[in-house]
């Protein structure tokens, strides 16, 4: 296929969750994407050719429309609002605001704190061992999941997915999270309705296909 | 004055930049709000009367048209779709997920990472002094910055502002963490773009007077 203005080229590591959550926005709005693999253990993130696509050195990035765009929650508002069907946000304000909350307990409050590169710091210069780093990762995820828990359960607009019954913004950056958090064999059980919402992502084609599991450049 | 269902109260602290954020918010869209001082450092934010209003245990939350957002951007972007005038987006999508990104770098990459009960949890349990909570806080205000200032620096539709010639979200998230890295003594002089519109924000009344030297519940 010859490349076009709208051909979609996603940088991204099978591990990282904010590029698990560009995935599965991609796949929930039936975009088709080509893979640029950025190995972030064997720092390609610092190389000099990554740099020029992205000074912050992170992933995801995303080429588009002949630009590139970075920092996963504005690449997927980008995405909801260039494709808007199916929309990642309800119509009404209050629940945009609701929604758009909810993606950021994850994405601000929980995996920033938790990220590869944090982690990193912790062991060196700061010589924690790993049982003190996964006590760390515990930490955060258990502190942001049980306020998530109160703000799914406890409030109607919750239904099969985080907001209503339609997967959006919030279910895209839950699930990256709660993989990961299983991973770091957090018991989900003390919270029962995250669990449930991830349980009917995972049953959902765009979901699964973006796991880490699932990705060309897994290599654990 | 009777209170109405489009009373605003704001819950914040003075020194929290999240809070510090929405102050800007509502300032530049010129609405009137109501003060709840949560007091971080005293734990008013795991009291139970706070934890209602926002199970997260963090500022800022707002409480407007009956309900209670969190989430410092979420709240944000509500008020903008509320209150469309001044705009705090541009028009075009891309422009959108340029300042959103821009937003992002502050709000997911630096700040959370430097949260008070990040730095706490590094004084205890982790037991590490003053000077080492001190490094990694200016390590990843460094981080953020340098990537900042190359985003802002080689971008022509960097303006007087973030983004052309009117704040918008990104000088609203902006603005906030570097008046905290000036409190820690950060040399911006490596960051001359961010620099230069700060303090173009700052002759601005809706910044200065969301300062927290400017709140009333400042206590140091």
């Given at each position: 296929m010859t490349k076009t203005a709208s051909s979609i080229k996603l940088f991204g590591f099978f591990r990282s969750s904010a590029a698990f959550r560009v995935r599965i926005a991609l796949n929930l709005k039936g975009l088709g994407y080509e893979d640029a693999f950025i190995h972030l253990r064997r720092g390609d993130q610092r190389g000099g050719d990554f740099l020029g696509v992205n000074p912050q050195g992170l992933v995801p990035a995303l080429q588009t429309d002949g630009q590139t765009l970075i920092q996963s929650l504005a690449i997927i508002e980008y995405l909801d609002e260039t494709h808007p069907e199916p929309p990642f946000l309800p119509a009404d304000t209050a629940g945009r605001a609701r929604v758009r909350a909810l993606a950021g307990v994850v994405?601000?409050?929980?995996?920033p704190v938790n990220n590869l590169r944090v982690l990193r710091y912790l062991s060196r210069p700061l010589g924690h061992d790993q049982a003190a780093i996964e006590a760390w990762y515990n930490h955060w995820i258990a502190t942001g999941f049980e306020a998530l828990e109160r703000l799914l359960a406890e409030d109607r607009r919750t239904g099969a997915f985080c907001h209503g019954d339609r997967p959006g913004l919030a279910d895209i950056a839950l699930v990256p999270q709660a993989v990961n958090a299983e991973r770091y064999r957090l018991d989900l059980s003390p919270y029962p309705t995250i669990a449930r919402i991830c349980q009917a992502c995972m049953k959902l084609d765009a979901f699964a296909a973006a796991h880490p599991n699932s990705q060309p450049d897994r290599d654990d």
């Open positions: 994405a601000c409050d929980i995996h």
